[in-house]
């Protein structure tokens, strides 16, 4: 008998383009506007529309129709390996990141602890959202040498037209300057574009949909941005609203000038604080039809694939519901500890802002629609 060696399965070749990406995601309703396509372009024929509410990439080439590209018909595969909605991604980023896919019952994605946690810098804690908590990490890794700089977003100009726009932060004073949250769309990750040479260790904040992309990436082999970007922070987000928001509903309906609003934040409602002490509620029922279009079909709403997983849902207005995924996420929380940079609380001391997670982690995923692969709705 001749012994023969144990046949290994063959890996398809990753061949997807363009062309692919487009039909298959960017036009068929999937796209959730991240730009990772954008950044992971090697020939700069992407760019990204987010004006009247599109927030998709687009191409730029003189080549062909919208659907074409020339360096995708030479075997170009960029884009497709960097989208975090093309194909079996959901299973491929589990896998990656946790040695298995999830299970029917982790509607939240898989995780290691729950916790909530807050800022113990005063400042840092007045300018964040709910505690300041990932306003605290950046600083942190940012004056401990574990990041370089920060893709994060912040108010175009003065604040006052609540435009939220891609940036890059390198200083405590770029991190206060960016807190806060703004329930309009930015494409963090465009802030890419912005970086230095020397930028080698990147963080990204960004809502659920952007949290998949340094894994999918790095999965897929997407090249020099996979390898730069080394911690996703991600924010639990169920949906955002169109900018028209604000002349149409919170002006039109309510009086609310966008200049005049200080501070906004969800909790059952859209509640809006005014420069001049005023506060006001927006019941959410009326803003859902300013719901942005790449929003009505995402299965994410806990950030499943961030290292870290923050959102300012539960009882308590000054800390942050935790979900730490993988052990980067982990080492920092335990560093940040540690040295007194946050304080902590075990996440069963408000468990219904565990349940709530749960529960709206469940409707999100009965978003995804049946024409694409079944994964992300295994559970529901």
Request: aromatic share 8%; hydrophobic share 35%; proline share 5%.
């Amino acid at each position: 008998m001749v012994e023969t060696e144990p046949q290994t399965e063959k890996k398809e070749r990753w061949t997807f383009s363009w062309k692919h990406l487009y039909s298959e995601v960017v036009t068929s309703g999937l796209c959730t506007g991240c730009a990772g396509c954008v950044i992971a372009c090697p020939h700069d024929v992407l760019s990204y529309d987010d004006t009247n509410g599109v927030y998709k990439p687009i191409q730029i080439e003189d080549f062909g129709g919208p659907g074409d590209c020339s360096h995708g018909d030479k075997a170009c595969t960029s884009c497709t390996r960097a989208c975090p909605r093309f194909r079996a991604w959901e299973p491929e980023i589990d896998t990656f990141m946790f040695g298995r896919a999830r299970e029917p019952e982790e509607l939240s994605g898989v995780f290691k602890d729950i916790c909530l946690a807050r800022a113990a810098d005063p400042e840092l804690h007045e300018v964040g959202q709910d505690g300041g908590l990932v306003s605290a990490m950046l600083v942190y890794a940012l004056e401990h040498d574990i990041i370089d700089a920060a893709l994060v977003s912040y108010l175009e100009g003065d604040g006052s037209s609540w435009k939220a726009i891609p940036g890059v932060a390198r200083t405590r004073a770029d991190v206060v300057a960016s807190a806060g949250s703004r329930y309009t769309y930015s494409a963090n990750t465009l802030a890419y574009n912005d970086l230095e040479k020397d930028d080698e260790r990147i963080a990204l904040v960004g809502m659920s949909c952007q949290s998949s992309i340094p894994p999918v990436m790095k999965q897929r082999k997407a090249g020099k941005v996979a390898r730069r970007l080394a911690l996703s922070i991600g924010l639990l987000c169920s949906k955002t609203f169109d900018d028209a928001i604000f002349e149409e509903l919170f002006e039109a309906k309510y009086g609310l000038k966008k200049a005049d609003i200080k501070k906004m934040n969800i909790k059952g409602v859209f509640q809006i604080w005014m420069h001049n002490g005023d506060y006001h509620e927006v019941p959410l029922k009326e803003c859902h039809q300013w719901t942005r279009e790449g929003c009505k079909l995402c299965p994410d709403f806990a950030a499943e694939h961030a290292d870290i997983s923050t959102g300012g849902i539960g009882k308590y207005n000054d800390w942050t519901l935790t979900i730490v995924r993988t052990d980067a996420g982990r080492e920092l929380m335990e560093r940040m500890l540690a040295d007194g940079a946050i304080q902590t609380r075990p996440g069963d001391d408000d468990p219904d802002a565990i349940a709530l997670m749960h529960k709206l982690s469940k409707k999100s995923r009965k978003r995804w629609p049946e024409f694409a692969l079944p994964e992300p709705r295994l559970g529901v």
